[in-house]
T-cell receptor, first 116, second 110 residues
Framework: DTGVSQDPRHKITKRGQNVTFRCDPI?????LYWYRQTLGQGPEFLTY????????KSRLLSDRFSAERPKGSFSTLEIQRTEQGDSAMYLC??????????????FGPGTRLTVL | TQLLEQSPQFLSIQEGENLTVYCNSS?????LQWYRQEPGEGPVLLVT?????EVKKLKRLTFQFGDARKDSSLHITAAQPGDTGLYLC??????????FGSGTKLNVKP
């Protein structure tokens, strides 16, 4: 098992551009989560999927943000018309079948977004 | 409003000292996780506690889950510079949702 992977690890973009991040969860896990984290703070929940269904979206997620998990495996998070306030670490985590506890999340290394 | 409150927010100690980090809530969780995170990396799982009153030991780290499953503590014995990082607790609530504390930033000076 290779763990949760995220791509890219770093992204620098100009204000107004669109960006897309990818997350590949642990293969047996049916739940996938996206979080945003700013420096020195805990992760803030953005959205989560059970299989391909998006079950909850945070109010933090404006209309410029969209997430998909089309086949219940990898997921993408797109931010349209980026703003400087979007600069943060975007974390993906998965949980579900196959771990020591179905309640436990395992995180990827994150994608660091910088909006100039 | 944070569902989970961690204290202290910052801790700077000398190598060899002991410390305790607290994670408190008014809500009940089905389980609670502790993570350690280094700058620029994702959180790395340290432990999951599930049963009220449970105590788990991981080398110099001791984790305790409160009897009512609302709070937890992490105790580090003889801290080392390699323990430096952001310690996060996360509670598993209803509908597979997780709630994070704001973290405790630990700095262990050699």
């Amino acid at each position: 098992d290779t763990g949760v992977s995220q791509d890219p690890r770093h992204k620098i973009t100009k204000r107004g551009q669109n960006v897309t991040f990818r997350c590949d969860p642990i293969s047996e896990h049916n739940r996938l989560y996206w979080y945003r984290q700013t420096l020195g703070q805990g992760p803030e929940f953005l959205t989560y999927f059970q299989n391909e269904a998006q079950l909850e979206k945070s109010r933090l997620l404006s209309d410029r943000f969209s997430a998909e998990r089309p086949k219940g495996s990898f997921s993408t998070l797109e931010i349209q018309r980026t703003e400087q306030g979007d600069s943060a670490m975007y974390l993906c985590a998965s949980s579900g079948r196959g771990g020591p506890s179905t309640d436990t999340q395992y995180f990827g290394p994150g994608t660091r977004l910088t909006v100039l | 409003t944070q569902l989970l409150e961690q204290s202290p927010q910052f801790l700077s100690i000398q190598e060899g000292e002991n410390l305790t980090v607290y994670c408190n809530s008014s809500s009940v969780f089905s389980s609670l996780q502790w993570y350690r995170q280094e700058p620029g990396e994702g959180p790395v799982l340290l432990v999951t506690v599930v049963t009220g009153g449970e105590v788990k030991k991981l080398k110099r780290l001791t984790f305790q889950f409160g009897d009512a499953r609302k709070d937890s503590s992490l105790h580090i014995t003889a801290a080392q510079p390699g323990d430096t990082g952001l310690y996060l607790c996360a509670g598993a609530g209803n509908f597979n949702k997780f709630y994070f504390g704001s973290g405790t930033k630990l700095n262990v000076k050699p």
